[in-house]
């Protein structure tokens, strides 16, 4: 759905620049392909790291590590959790659910989600090679520590 | 054997994926199965929006990014690059490349920041999955709080780095991108 979207934006105005200026569309695909083939290997390289992570952490697993535990430790265990692994939307919202569903806390399912998607252990060194050293460990960081707020006070907000 | 040490991490990978598969069939060829469905799933947006940045480039001026989103863009900027974030599609490490374009086509770090916060967060259609399978409660309070958090996080990052580092992060972008036109950051 979302990728139809993508494309069909991607190609509209690939044709609309293509009727304005041939030379202008030549170049800016040029570019496209260059700045793809550039970071394609760390792509890769990332892709590979998070099958490795998501089989061996896969959603039944993490049901079993967060679902059970409560409290601070349970909050520190899904952050982790949260951190190392990447998944989609489509599976990571099922999941809380399930989590929810299954007797977990809210405070730990909104560390884990929250840490899911601002935090990437993996793909920390594709973040670095395009904004640097600096950028990757303060935006992770933080956004680490934040989690931490956010579950407090969803904890307060949702019963 | 230039692409070979580029792609060596990639290969490195494979190598321990065939390495497990040879050990641990049943667990080596779940690892291969995940790994080519992350592929799949790269393949559904990545061409697109490098595609865009490609046309981005060539099409929309420094002057004019440098307005929307540059140093002196005030909360319009901010907005601005909130509603991008929100409006993106696809998991973080995609928006990426879209911050290092901005960066060329001279955005202000703060902005970038703010971003790549708003896209990590806030994204509309993961919200909307989240609305349903959390409820509304979950979803829109996390959904404001993190609002909030993004634009206290770019502050908060913004600040930590000197003024040297922002020109270094500038100068930098060069690489990736291989623009023409020299990368100079804004000026202020």
Excluded: C, H
């Excluded at chain 1, 139809?4 to 105005?13: D, E, H, R």
Aim: no cysteine.
């Amino acid at each position: 759905m979302e990728s139809i979207f993508a494309y069909g934006l991607a190609i509209t105005f690939l044709i609309a620049s293509y009727l304005k200026d041939r030379t202008k569309t030549r170049q800016a695909l040029q570019k496209a392909y260059s700045s793809l083939e550039g970071i394609l290997p760390d792509f890769l390289a990332v892709l590979g790291l998070v099958g490795l992570a998501l089989t061996l952490l896969p959603p039944q697993t993490i049901t079993a590590l967060i679902g059970r535990s409560s409290g601070w430790a349970g909050m520190i265990l899904a952050s982790i959790v949260g951190s190392v692994t990447l998944i989609p939307g489509f599976v990571a919202f099922p999941l809380a659910k399930s989590l929810r569903d299954g007797g977990a806390g809210i405070p730990q399912i909104a560390v884990f989600v929250t840490t899911l998607m601002a935090v990437g252990f993996v793909t920390a060194p594709l973040e670095s090679k395009y904004l640097g050293r600096k950028e990757t460990l303060l935006r992770n960081g933080l956004s680490f520590v934040w989690a931490f707020v956010v579950a407090l006070v969803l904890g307060m907000v949702v019963r | 054997m230039r692409t070979l040490r580029r792609y060596r991490l990639a290969i490195a990978v494979f190598v321990l994926d065939l390495i497990i598969l040879a050990v641990r069939p049943e667990t080596g060829r779940a690892v291969i199965r995940a790994t080519f469905r992350n592929l799949l799933q790269m393949a559904q947006f990545l061409p697109a929006i490098f595609l865009l940045l490609g046309l981005l480039d060539v099409w929309v001026s420094r002057q004019a990014v440098i307005a929307a989103l540059g140093k002196r863009s005030g909360p319009f900027g901010v907005f601005l690059s909130i509603v991008l974030g929100a409006a993106a599609a696809g998991p973080l490490y995609a928006a990426f490349p879209v911050a290092s374009t901005m960066l060329v086509k001279g955005a202000s770090v703060f902005n970038v920041f703010v971003f790549l916060g708003a896209w990590a967060n806030l994204k509309i259609p993961m919200s909307l999955f989240e609305l349903s399978s959390m409820g509304p409660r979950f979803a829109l309070t996390r959904w404001a709080l993190n609002a909030i958090g993004i634009v206290a996080i770019a502050t908060i990052m913004r600040r930590l780095f000197s003024d040297e580092e922002v020109a270094e992060m500038y100068s930098s972008q060069r690489n990736k991108e291989a623009p023409q036109t020299e990368v100079k950051p804004p000026e202020g």
